[in-house]
Antibody, heavy 120, light 107 residues
Framework: ELQLVESGGGLVKPGESLRLSCAASGFIFRRYSMNWVRQAPGKGLEWVTAMSGSGTETYYADSVKGRFSIFRDNSKESLYLQMDSLRVEDTAIYYC?????????????WGQGILVTVSS | DIQMTQSPPSLSASVGDRVTITCRASQVIHNYLAWYQQKPGEVPKLLISAASILESGVPSRFSGSGYGTDFSLTISGLQPEDVATYYCQKYNVDHFTFGPGTKVDLK
């Protein structure tokens, strides 16, 4: 059974940092691209960042470029999102999401999400 | 960057109605277009890939069409369990942008 379990969310102040983790199971992790997608309270989906299965391709939304970093540890079947210089507008549920192949394309499975709140 | 728009933002329809949602890309994206369904309180679910390929297990009342810049998702015979927000997403290049969503509920 596919599972993606996010952790590391919480309440931080503007300008602070936070690292999200996503533990994957039920599929061969290294063979699939992975994404982070967020959803502000009551709002739509915003794609944030993605990485290919091999880790050779990475992509970022303009809204987070230079502040967020995606990385993965295929030996631990885990995905991470390092979030620096957090802003109030980064407040959202962050979903870890599996791609449908090694290269970054569409998303075919989502974790349950974790809440990140940025507030003074 | 390529922008994605959807219309209408929301709609109300009766059980059994045919419902069509449109998605437009600001530049040609060929058929690199996916549709997702997000029911209230749930995570999104992939319905359609490559503009028109129904994912396994998705009811056949859902269909997708389009190519280039204009796409549509049709529900042929709306059911109560179809109440959800529907999002399109492009996946052809390096910004995998979602549309703003269309909320579908029952009249």
């Amino acid at each position: 059974e596919l599972q993606l379990v996010e952790s590391g969310g919480g309440l931080v102040k503007p300008g602070e940092s936070l690292r999200l983790s996503c533990a994957a199971s039920g599929f061969i992790f290294r063979r699939y691209s992975m994404n982070w997608v967020r959803q502000a309270p009551g709002k739509g989906l915003e794609w944030v960042t993605a990485m290919s299965g091999s880790g050779t391709e990475t992509y970022y939304a303009d809204s987070v470029k230079g502040r967020f970093s995606i990385f993965r540890d295929n030996s631990k079947e885990s995905l991470y999102l390092q979030m620096d210089s957090l802003r109030v507008e980064d407040t959202a549920i962050y979903y870890c999401a599996k791609g449908d192949e090694d290269f970054v394309r569409l998303i075919d499975f989502w974790g349950q999400g974790i809440l990140v709140t940025v507030s003074s | 960057d390529i922008q994605m728009t959807q219309s209408p933002p929301s709609l109300s329809a009766s059980v059994g109605d045919r419902v069509t949602i449109t998605c437009r890309a600001s530049q040609v994206i060929h058929n690199y277009l996916a549709w997702y369904q997000q029911k209230p309180g749930e995570v999104p679910k992939l319905l359609i890939s490559a503009a028109s390929i129904l994912e396994s297990g998705v009811p056949s009342r859902f269909s997708g069409s389009g190519y280039g810049t204009d796409f549509s998702l049709t529900i042929s015979g709306l059911q109560p369990e179809d109440v959800a927000t529907y999002y399109c997403q492009k996946y052809n290049v390096d910004h995998f942008t979602f549309g703003p969503g269309t909320k579908v509920d029952l009249k």
